[in-house]
């Protein structure tokens, strides 16, 4: 009954080599978010689709696209990944308009570049 | 730009006693303020929340008050447990938004 799924729980990439982290859902949420957290601070918002909507934050690095091809799914693509995107980025839902807007967490894909 | 400050940053306290964690939003129009717990590279999960025309809302050992004048809100834990360690993240939301503005976290330990 997982609700938020987000594959490899762990990636491993070498330093400029492109990766992409999914994310799904079986919540039929319509907002998906992209954070990255680094050891314990509070988890960065890197990205959200609210539907098909794009919403990038203004300190999103362009090193970091995001892809919405359905209700379900969202991906996150590294173009160049450096040593400094090293982390663990969680994707999230909500839903709007229903309910209190919580944000439900995905268990992470925790990135390394080496 | 909107923020939210939370202290302490760290907080330990013995199994049993009471812990306190404390957030200040600079958002008067924030209505919604959700808690989440994480553990040790586990997802945040959330705990409690609480919306603006509520002042305090408890379930079983964990309780959140809210002052909408001065703009502060805090997590109560009664008769922690070792189980209750990990780092607690407060936030704050606005009508009509769907991001939250997330304070600096707590890493709170319950000693045995």
């Known amino acids: 009954d997982a609700m938020v799924i987000q594959n490899p729980r762990y990636q491993v990439t070498q330093f400029g080599k492109p990766v992409t982290l999914s994310c799904s859902q079986t919540l039929n949420h319509n907002v998906m978010y992209w954070y990255q957290q680094k050891s314990s601070q509070a988890p960065k918002l890197l990205f959200h689709y609210y539907d098909k909507d794009f919403n990038n934050e203004a300190d999103t690095p362009d090193n970091f696209q995001s892809r919405r091809p359905n209700t379900s799914f969202c991906f996150l693509d590294i173009r160049s990944p450096g040593l400094g995107d090293a982390a663990m980025y969680l994707c999230?839902?909500?839903?709007?308009?229903?309910?209190?807007?919580?944000?439900?967490f995905g268990p992470g894909t925790r990135l390394t570049v080496t | 730009g909107e923020n939210v400050e939370q202290h302490p940053s760290t907080l330990s306290v013995q199994e049993g006693d009471s812990a306190v964690i404390k957030c200040t939003y600079s958002d008067s129009a924030s209505n919604y303020f959700p808690w989440y717990k994480q553990e040790l590279g586990k997802r945040p999960q959330l705990i409690i929340d609480?919306?603006?025309?509520?002042g305090e809302k408890k379930d079983q050992r964990i309780a959140v008050t809210l002052n909408k004048t001065a703009k502060h809100f805090s997590l109560h834990i009664t008769e922690t447990q070792p189980e209750d360690s990990a780092v607690y993240f407060c936030a704050a939301s606005r009508p009509g938004t769907y991001k939250y503005i997330f304070g600096t976290g707590t890493r709170l330990k319950v000693l045995a």
């Open positions: 999230a839902t909500s839903r709007l308009g229903q309910g209190t807007g919580e944000q439900y």
């Open positions: 609480i919306r603006s025309n509520v």
